[in-house]
């Protein structure tokens, strides 16, 4: 492995609470990879645009994808600025003031710029996105088709200036109101897999796979 | 109550999957008031940001707050347009392709520009994100300083171009697949509480409050 660059520029540059945002590669792809919906921001027209989409991460790309006739996705092949975040929200942090209550989350926040995958790496790229939110999903599916690939636009955007930012841990309050009879602490938070819901037309012998009933992040 | 208008312009209009589209009030509201944590995105020199940040509703306004030296809210308060976007994942919806798997969701997207919100609602509108997060804390905290209004900078977004996007239910995979032997359904997700950890310094005998001990979403 070659020596890895910071993910750090001025654009990435975490202002506020510097001592909670980091710019290491390692720390950026664990982030991201403990998640698969981002939000997507780009600009058409003057006017920003934020949009749920699911990802996948491999290695220094981020892969997105979406339908060959969508304006968004068109527009992002063409090579316009983006943003990528992906926000894990891990806590309410309850201070005794105001002020000082907070957020328990892992962060990362990635620019760049989007460009098509190429032809033959394709498949590959739905796949990666495909197994980001269900491990093991991709061998048991319906073998995609032609058609299918063809009617899906596959975007790519390096992870080349990016920034993670980190809270844990219990609130931090002004020192004279630990003494206060507030209470305070944090109310921890996960995103939690309810029981599968089979589709209504399975058919009632078609075995639950593990990878469906213990899915967890 | 006046007639409501609708949120829908030719920029919030869903172009894609529009049956899953709406723009009346009301739907909005519910997705919104359903949350606390946004994703923000605004434009600085070309390029898209997108911030993750508490809010909190009132009526046709969305509140946000952060620090008054902060560089994103000081260019937001000068009117910048922006995009706040509200998305609540309910479920992986597994398909027997991966053509049509999907995801269960609520969103929201609203575009508008921000405006500080004037003196005299200031602490009101912190009120209300404070709230947002965690109903009746406000009255339990101890009571915000000026000097604590006075570092904060708190914006106003109105609710008025706006779209929801909705899915719900099983997955809807091409007629033939129905009959292949692959589990198809949904895997139910929610943001689940756990139990409250109190702060290390926080007096043994402090009793933990109702809202704390039961917050849900």
Redesign the interface.
């Known amino acids: 492995m070659s020596p890895v660059p910071s993910l750090k520029t001025p654009?990435t540059t975490v202002?506020?609470m510097p001592k909670r945002g980091s710019y290491d590669f390692d720390t950026v792809a664990a982030i991201l990879d403990a998640g698969f919906?981002c939000?997507?921001?780009?600009?058409a027209d003057?006017?920003?645009?934020?949009?749920?989409t699911?990802y996948g991460r491999e290695e220094r790309l981020i892969y997105v994808h979406?339908?060959a006739v969508?304006?968004t996705l068109g527009a992002l092949a063409e090579g316009v600025?983006?943003?990528?975040?992906v926000?894990h929200?891990d806590?309410?942090v309850?201070a005794?003031?105001?002020?000082h209550?907070s957020?328990n989350?892992r962060?990362v926040?990635l620019?760049g710029r989007a460009e098509v995958v190429p032809a033959d790496r394709k498949v590959h790229a739905?796949e990666v996105i495909?197994e980001q939110?269900?491990r093991g999903?991709?061998a048991?599916?319906?073998p995609?088709?032609r058609k299918?690939v063809n009617?899906?636009a596959v975007l790519q955007i390096p992870i080349e200036e990016a920034s993670a930012k980190v809270r844990t841990g219990?609130?931090g309050?002004d020192e004279p109101?630990?003494a206060?009879?507030?209470?305070?602490?944090?109310?921890?938070?996960?995103?939690?897999?309810?029981?599968?819901?089979?589709?209504?037309?399975?058919?009632a012998d078609?075995?639950?796979?593990a990878n469906?009933k213990r899915?967890r992040r």
């Open positions: 654009r202002r506020r919906l939000h997507l921001g780009f600009v003057g006017q920003p645009y934020v949009v749920p699911a979406g339908s969508s304006r600025p983006v943003c990528i975040t926000t929200l806590g309410l309850l005794r003031s105001g002020f209550s957020m989350y962060s926040m620019l739905m495909s939110i269900l999903r991709w048991d599916l319906r995609i088709k299918e009617a899906t219990p609130p309050d109101d630990y206060l009879p507030i209470w305070a602490g944090v109310i921890p938070l996960t995103l939690k897999a309810g029981k599968p819901i089979p589709d209504p037309r399975l058919a078609t075995p639950i796979p469906v899915w």
